[in-house]
């Protein structure tokens, strides 16, 4: 039972370039979010689904989109990468997006380096 | 629209000591509260959460949290500190919308590292 995985573990780009970060969990769970960790800043959430087939922006959205490819895999794209978006992205799952406070299952992260 | 603050950058603490990792919040409605845990090079892991009922919630590898309405704070606590307890600590509140629905959106503190000294 692997959880949360997310690939690659760490990128370099360079400004203008286009990639996207790739999550999948195997909880079966309906619910997947993408958050940016900053120092001192905490989470920010950028995009969250709250099931399959929805998407919806988080708290800092800007430069950024989203797929949920199917219940397992929810993918984010940078279009055109700034180096404001150096950060450390993580994506998370919960069980239940609507009524219950399940804690989300986090992956390990992906460092990205925007120069 | 809600927030979490925690205090203190940074908690230094020997170990077998107790130790308290301080938070509080402001929602609106009534709050759903989460502590997470993030060791080097790893996503965050749950430890504990307050959903209603009992103000002391227990939770993973020993650690507790004290909830307190008039104060609006949920400190994080553990009676005898590890070294193995020294990580970053976040303290999270969950968003719920008019309808009473929530979609998981945990709006997270800055985080406070805890150091625990042998």
């Known amino acids: 039972n692997a959880g949360v995985t997310q690939t690659p573990k760490f990128q370099v780009l360079k400004t203008g370039q286009s990639m996207t970060l790739q999550c999948a969990q195997d909880m079966n769970h309906n619910s997947m979010y993408w958050y940016r960790q900053d120092p001192g800043m905490g989470l920010r959430l950028i995009y969250y689904?709250?099931?399959?087939?929805?998407?919806d922006k988080g708290e800092v959205p800007n430069g950024y989109n989203v797929s949920r490819l199917n219940k397992r895999e929810f993918s984010l794209r940078l279009e055109s990468a700034a180096p404001s978006q150096t950060s450390v992205y993580f994506c998370a799952s919960s069980e239940a997006g609507h009524r219950g406070p399940s804690p989300l299952h986090f992956g390990n992260g992906t460092r990205l380096t925007v120069t | 629209a809600q927030s979490v603050a925690q205090p203190e950058d940074q908690v230094n603490v020997a170990e077998g000591n107790p130790l308290t990792v301080k938070c509080t919040y402001s929602v609106s409605g009534n709050p759903y509260l989460f502590w997470y845990v993030q060791y080097p090079n790893r996503g965050l892991q749950f430890l504990l959460k307050y959903i209603t009922g009992d103000n002391l919630v227990k939770g993973s590898y020993g650690f507790e949290a004290e909830f307190n309405k008039s104060q609006t704070s949920f400190h994080l606590k553990k009676p005898s500190a590890l070294v193995s307890d020294s990580a970053l600590y976040f303290c999270?509140?969950?968003?719920?919308?008019?309808?009473?629905?929530?979609?998981?959106?945990?709006?997270f503190g800055q985080g406070t590292i805890l150091t625990v000294h042998p």
């Open positions: 999270a509140v969950r968003e719920t919308n008019a309808g009473g629905t929530s979609y998981g959106k945990l709006t």
């Open positions: 689904s709250a099931s399959e087939g929805t998407t």
